[in-house]
């Protein structure tokens, strides 16, 4: 399958956000961060990762998701930003054997990776569009071996309508920026996301942490099955 990189990589490459990005995560009376712990304990929960898993992160970012992980058999760490990169390595140090790589999250996959038992991935994919999140739910398929699972917690709708609702009532509330992120930002429509998934051949379960934040489990349901 033919990898490209993602259209905004370089607009939402964290580097310059990297410094404050962990105080400001904290600020979970912000309705964008709201749940932002909860998620990421969840995922890595649900993620089911053991001593010997091979564990892909897309969007590492400052390793708040992989410093929950207390071990596996490899992980590799997938951002476009440095400066993320170089806060998310001191938290990783319990982790043997992992490794980063800054690069898109769409073009990793053109790498020699191999396969993986699980992939996991917080508040990263809705920085794609939802025809690039369709390649990648078909690139993480490919790549994830017969029983292994995606985990994701994001930013997401349920669909079209949810969105626009959701830009009134924060309009309404005078919160302009939640209203302009829903609106500049990709959150994932939830319903085209399972329906990708499916078609891929996923089973997928999903959990509301929040107004504007979703869980996501993707788990190969009836064995291998590659797409083109
Ligand atoms: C909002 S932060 C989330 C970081 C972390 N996963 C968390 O939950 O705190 C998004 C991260 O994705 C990275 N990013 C955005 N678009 C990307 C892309 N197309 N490829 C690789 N990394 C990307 C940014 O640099 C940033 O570190």
Same mark, same amino acid.
């Given at each position: 399958?033919?990898?490209?990189?993602?259209?905004?990589?370089?607009?939402?490459?964290?580097?310059?956000?990297?410094?404050?990005?962990?105080?400001?995560?904290?600020?979970?009376?912000?309705?964008?961060?709201?749940?932002?712990?909860?998620?990421?304990?969840? @995922?890595?929960?649900?993620?089911?990762?053991?001593?010997?898993?091979?564990?892909?992160?897309?969007?590492?970012?400052?390793?708040?998701?992989?410093?929950?992980?207390?071990?596996?058999?490899?992980?590799?760490?997938?951002?476009?930003?440095?400066?993320?990169?170089?806060?998310?390595?001191?938290?990783?140090?319990?982790?043997?054997?992992?490794?980063?790589?800054?690069?898109?999250?769409?073009?990793?996959?053109?790498?020699?990776?191999?396969?993986?038992?699980?992939?996991?991935?917080?508040?990263? @994919?809705?920085?794609?569009?939802?025809?690039?999140?369709?390649?990648?739910?078909?690139?993480?398929?490919?790549?994830?071996?017969?029983?292994?699972?995606?985990?994701?917690?994001?930013?997401?709708?349920?669909?079209?309508?949810?969105?626009?609702?959701?830009?009134?009532?924060?309009?309404?509330?005078?919160?302009?920026?939640?209203?302009?992120?829903?609106?500049?930002?990709?959150?994932?429509?939830?319903?085209?996301?399972?329906?990708?998934?499916?078609?891929?051949?996923?089973?997928?379960?999903?959990?509301?942490?929040?107004?504007?934040?979703?869980?996501?489990?993707?788990?190969?349901?009836?064995?291998?099955?590659?797409?083109?």
């Amino acid at each position: 399958m033919e990898t490209t990189r993602s259209a905004n990589a370089d607009i939402f490459n964290h580097d310059a956000e990297a410094a404050g990005y962990d105080i400001d995560v904290r600020n979970e009376a912000d309705p964008i961060r709201t749940g932002y712990r909860d998620v990421l304990r969840w @995922v890595v929960e649900q993620a089911h990762i053991t001593p010997s898993s091979r564990v892909l992160e897309l969007g590492s970012g400052t390793g708040n998701l992989s410093e929950l992980i207390t071990s596996c058999g490899e992980l590799i760490s997938v951002d476009i930003s440095e400066n993320m990169e170089a806060i998310a390595r001191r938290k990783v140090r319990h982790l043997a054997n992992r490794r980063f790589i800054k690069t898109d999250i769409l073009e990793v996959f053109s790498h020699e990776l191999g396969e993986f038992d699980v992939v996991i991935s917080t508040y990263t @994919v809705h920085h794609l569009t939802d025809q690039e999140k369709r390649a990648l739910f078909a690139l993480v398929f490919n790549h994830l071996v017969p029983t292994g699972a995606a985990v994701f917690g994001d930013l997401m709708l349920q669909n079209g309508s949810e969105k626009e609702e959701k830009i009134q009532q924060y309009l309404t509330k005078g919160d302009r920026a939640t209203a302009e992120g829903i609106r500049d930002e990709f959150f994932w429509s939830l319903d085209t996301a399972i329906a990708d998934l499916q078609r891929l051949g996923f089973k997928v379960n999903t959990k509301r942490f929040s107004d504007l934040s979703y869980g996501v489990i993707a788990r190969k349901a009836n064995g291998f099955k590659k797409t083109d």
